[in-house]
């Protein structure tokens, strides 16, 4: 198969329901599931019923304002989100009213505004399809341009021209760590050895984060594309998806995404008529947090427990049943397709000096538009905070926002003209992680919630390795004591020296980073603790 | 060369065993399969007691010990049945900044229990989860499979007291 063969199926596809004009878009992620999506879109069908055949109703994934859910949107056939009429918080009752505005103006009662900042601000690559498609329809995706970017890979590069692409984008891993994407594809390119793995990281454990979550419930088949063209890159035939079982519906979509790709030659034996072929297989998490960790992830798709070990060896050489593994997050693999397609240089026109491209970020905490959103790096925190998330609600002042769950920490308002990206957050003591913010009003007590992630971390601890085990239990014994004022200035030093020891001491990612909330909310807000100083 | 080890016959006629076997067969009774094979004898029985664990040891060819250690290292298994009704607190952190915490406390309260644990009469589980998702309805509460967002305490026990 080549790019014109592609072009030809996916006219195909959009010429297939001719008489469909407009359409009804019901958001059917899980966010606005929880909110009563489900019955608004059996309402919608009902009243719909067969009196316009020139209209569908068509679920589709993530629209980003959560908050807002359920969200509809009325579009044409091939519209984006800016161009349609968008209803927040529809119940099943409204969905005569809708219907019947199909014809006329729009239902002004229901409707939020495309203009408001929360979505022009945006910028979508990765999110591009979200709320678009049909998340469970292959040909959806086909018909969008999907696939395009593999066809074109195998069918006009050799691995080493993806490598160089990737690596003149810029990108850098998606989940928190970073790294830079072509690197690491090209270091597993290297390895010697018939038998390469891919993994895909989809155990996406911080608190308050749900990114990849809505990619994989949105667009599933974007990241299996991405999947394949590493595949591609570093000479792999197996690849892994490891998601978390909490995320029923993603898992779910992503099942069906599969076979669905399989069926029509885009996974499997033989892609597009090629020698290139790859079997992708599921993997459920049990509910570690500590296996996002990627030697440890390794570890539970081999059947054991999740404790990570030392690297190196870094998977790159040894992984998965000890041959070289890429793992990249969710995020990251839904980068690529838009990568090989536009080229690298496009990509690394967007963003910062050294943080390219966007990132998606996971709005929730006391702010107006709790939500899912995505902007070029190197967008003010204040922009991303008052301007597209609306603010804090209910005329209380802002104090902090947090980013980077039980690894980051806490950024204040004195810092909150910082534009994003790694490195400025990690020189304000946080960072990226995989792109939860959670923002904190006045009300928050900061010793409160540098004691509620030290007992994330101190439950999520693997136990392996003595600095965490036992150096997080110390340091919430003391959070707690400090939390009821019961602590004293030689505990308050302890808490700080501990941090120290578990930060150079630890195994893994989580106990080196488990002392972060607590030295982050020390530099900006050691007052709040130091009121708490009681005892004697 | 090496034979295949017999495998151990279903521990009783019930049908669900059949789900848990067809798991394994399609792993080829690979050990690295354990994981999977747990999610399914909990998917189908509801939680692992020890017949199970031995069950799949057995059949997987794994030590008892290792099948244990992975069952209880993992937050999802569950190595006691839940009550008739289960009631989920999520405890991620934008449901925490919104009083997931004192939640918590008051069903602890007042039903006498602590999270992952079963009311004496069996009715009612107390779970907690580490982020359900549902960010945009903080405090959520996740009952008996349906999420219910933007709860204050008293609303909450209102709504379990009208389950059966």
Redesign the interface.
Known sequence: MNLDDLAELAEQFRAADPVVEREVRVCVA??CQ??GASPVFDALVASLGDGKPACKVKGVGCMGL??A?PLVSVADKDGDLEGSVLYRDVAPEDAEDIVASLDGPPLERLRCATDHPFFARQQKIVLEHAGIIDPNSFKGYVAVGGYAALIQALSEMTPTDVLREVTASGLRGRGGGGYPTGLKWSTVAKMPGAQKYVICNADE??????MD?AILESDPHRVLEGMAIAAYAIGASKAYVYIR???PLAVERLQTAIRKAKRAGFLGNKIGDTQFSLEVEI???????VCGEETALMA???????QPRPRPPYPAESGLWGHPTLINNVETFANIAPIIREGGEWFASIGTENSKGTKVF?L???IAN??LIEVPMGTSLRDIIESIGGGIPGGKSFKAV?TG?PSGGCIPEQHLDIAVDYDSLKTLGTMMGSG?M?V?DES?CMVDVAR?FME?CMTES?GKCIPCRTGTQQMHAILDKLAKAQATSADLALLEELCEVVQSTSLCGLGQTAPNPVLSTLRYFRDEYEMKLGGG | MSLQQAKPPLPSNDKRWKLVNATMRRNGYAGHALIETLHSVQDAFGFLDEGSLRFVATSLDLPLSKVFGVATFYHLFMLKPRGRHACVVCTGTACYIKGAGALVERLQERYDIDPGDTTEDDRLSLLTARCVGACGLAPAVVVDGDVLGKLDSETLIAELEELA
């Not at chain 1, 993997?283 to 947090?289: D, E, K, S, V, Y």
Request: hydrophobic share 35%; proline share 2%; aromatic share 10%.
């Open positions: 899980a966010s929880s909110s959560c908050s859910g454990g911080d608190p308050g984060a749900f979550r079982a909490e995320y993997r459920l998490g049990a509910g570690a947090f539970s798709i081999e059947g054991l427990r999740g996971a929730a905490g006391t709790t939500g947090q769950g939860g959670i904190m928050s509620y994330f693997c």
